[in-house]
């Protein structure tokens, strides 16, 4: 698996529980309270505005707890950074759980999106990368497609043999599976049809010695909408890492 996606994978899992109220109330008020937009969330961060209080409050502790005070040292950390979030910054992206149809069978899959140029002021989401058990192709069990050494004699005539069942026995040993470059390539062949995004999260970086999620949450509490769902202390390192391997690695 890419470096980054175990990264990944290992942050999105490990999720911090924090402290916050849970308080029900009028219909009207909910929905004023709740973060409706990514944007609104940011909005809020950047203005420092009660940032406990845009944790997912499901996820409690007491205020003794290790995770409440981790919550605390990431609301202080934050104000005392000044950083702020922004979408046009390539410190954060999005992870995508899609559902879809590849040769007409259900399948699910990872796509991670980044922010990306295209013109002066002007933005686009675009894969970054791609993740899924059916993006790995299978070696052969029992395949003696080989191409021997004379073949080169024979104009190479071996090579109207490989089928896609066989195409490991031809490859090189050192080379590792793009399976981004599978997607695009089941995407461009009518093979993969993405039918809808099951779950979304977005992860971001730019707070100095931290990584954290957030996602929506539907409910009737003044707790709702887009919320932190998972924070974790990062150093520099393991943060150029994931942001080398999201757009720099080939």
């Known amino acids: 698996m890419n470096k980054v996606l175990i990264l990944i994978t290992v942050f999105i899992s490990f999720?911090?529980?924090?402290?916050?109220?849970?308080?029900?109330?009028?219909?009207?008020?909910?929905?004023?309270?709740?973060?409706?937009?990514?944007?609104?969330?940011?909005?809020?961060f950047n203005n420092r505005?009660?940032?406990i209080g845009l944790f997912d409050s499901e996820m409690l502790g007491s205020e003794k707890d290790s995770v409440y005070k981790a919550a605390q040292q990431f609301a202080k950390d934050a104000t005392k950074s000044g950083a702020k979030l922004n979408f046009a910054d390539t410190s954060w992206f999005a992870?995508?759980?899609?559902?879809?149809?590849?040769?007409?069978?259900?399948?699910?899959?990872i796509l991670i999106l980044n922010v990306e140029t295209y013109g002066k002021d002007l933005y686009k989401w675009v894969v970054a990368k791609a993740q899924g058990d059916f993006f790995s192709l299978t070696p052969p069990k029992n395949d003696n497609t080989l191409i021997t050494p004379l073949a080169h004699e024979t104009n190479f005539m071996e090579l109207s043999r490989i089928k896609a069942e066989s195409i490991l026995s031809v490859s090189q040993k050192r080379y590792e599976l793009d399976q981004t470059a599978v997607f695009y390539t089941m995407i461009n062949s009518g093979l993969l049809n993405i039918e809808y995004?099951?779950?979304?999260?977005?992860?971001?970086?730019?707070?100095?010695?931290?990584?954290f999620?957030?996602?929506?949450?539907?409910?009737?509490?003044?707790?709702?909408?887009?919320?932190?769902?998972?924070?974790?202390?990062?150093?520099?390192?393991?943060?150029?890492?994931?942001?080398?391997?999201?757009?720099y690695e080939k």
């Open 49 to 51: 505005e009660n940032l």
């Open 95 to 109: 992870i995508a759980t899609c559902a879809g149809k590849y040769k007409g069978k259900s399948v699910d899959f």
């Open 197 to 211: 995004v099951s779950e979304l999260q977005f992860m971001f970086l730019q707070l100095p010695g931290w990584i």
């Open 15 to 44: 999720n911090i529980n924090v402290y916050a109220q849970v308080i029900i109330g009028s219909g009207d008020s909910l929905f004023q309270s709740r973060i409706k937009l990514v944007e609104s969330f940011m909005n809020r």
């Open 213 to 247: 999620t957030i996602k929506e949450f539907e409910r009737q509490t003044y707790n709702a909408g887009w919320l932190i769902t998972s924070i974790e202390r990062i150093n520099d390192k393991d943060k150029r890492l994931i942001l080398n391997n999201l757009y």
